[in-house]
């Protein structure tokens, strides 16, 4: 049985704890609900504030607590990765310090094969909202140096992405031998370029040396004296004209 005129409290607490009371008769609930209805805040980008487990319809007649919550709103952040994979990062404004500290980990050291960058920097903090974050990864250019076998030198620039193509260029420099020279490196080149600066591959040539013959040459004395010989006879006889 209800009294007329018999009170009841409802309690509000704030999110920061406070208490306010809400004094109230069967025929002044529904003006005081809305008085406590009015307690909760907007929501923000920062929080969404609700009642903990919710508000009648009515305000029961019995004293009673109602207590308002509020609850971090949660972003996402997609981090783009250097090899082309996508990583997701939940944050909110209790911890966006710490998740941009995860975030900016993402991005990996520099190598002796790529550098790597923000496509667009980092904030300085994380704004309330979704956000993609791209990493980008650009290949650390070499130079090496051709010494030719004219003495001239020439620059080929490569990088981890080229250099096989590079190496085949280099090797294309070394003349074709010929009759007058044959041509080598002064250290074999490598197998593959070596990602440093600094690096010279030199080109020889050495004459080719004629050939050597092993013939014997024949040689025949003969004497020449003018005078003819003497006439001899038969069986070997010499005979003296006028005797």
């Known amino acids: 049985i209800v009294k007329a005129g018999e ?7 704030s999110i920061d704890g406070q208490e306010t009371k809400f004094e109230f008769t ?3 609930r529904a003006a005081k609900l809305a008085e406590i209805v009015a307690m909760k805040p907007a929501d923000t980008a920062e929080y ?17 607590t109602y207590a308002i919550i509020k609850t971090p709103v949660e972003y996402t952040a997609t981090i783009a990765k250097a090899d082309g994979t996508q990583a997701e990062v939940k944050f909110n404004v209790e911890n966006k310090a710490e998740k941009l500290a995860e975030i900016t980990n993402m991005k990996p050291a520099d190598g002796a094969d790529y550098t790597y960058a923000w496509a667009t920097a980092l904030p300085e903090t994380l704004a309330l909202e979704n956000a993609t974050f791209t990493v980008t990864k650009t290949p650390v250019e070499y130079t090496a ?23 085949e260029e280099i090797a294309a420099m070394r003349p074709r031998n ?11 080149l490598p197998v593959e370029l ?15 040396q004629p050939a050597t013959s092993d013939s014997s040459t024949e040689s025949t004395t003969s004497s020449d004296t003018g005078s003819a010989p003497a006439p001899t006879g038969c069986f070997g006889s010499t005979f003296s004209l006028g005797s």
């Not at 969404?48 to 009673?64: C, I, R, S």
């Not at 010929?178 to 074999?188: L, M």
């Not at 070596?194 to 080719?208: A, C, F, I, M, S």
């Open 7 to 13: 009170k009841y409290t409802a309690t509000v607490v």
């Open 26 to 28: 069967v025929d002044t």
């Open 48 to 64: 969404v504030y609700t009642w903990q487990n919710g508000l009648p319809a009515e305000l029961p007649l019995q004293n009673a």
């Open 145 to 167: 140096t051709v010494v030719k076998a004219d003495g001239t030198s020439v620059e080929v620039e490569y990088t981890v992405e080229n250099r096989a193509d590079k190496l």
């Open 178 to 188: 010929d009759s007058d020279y044959t041509y080598g490196w002064s250290s074999a």
């Open 194 to 208: 070596p990602l440093e600066n600094g690096k010279v591959y030199t080109v020889t040539k050495t004459p080719v």
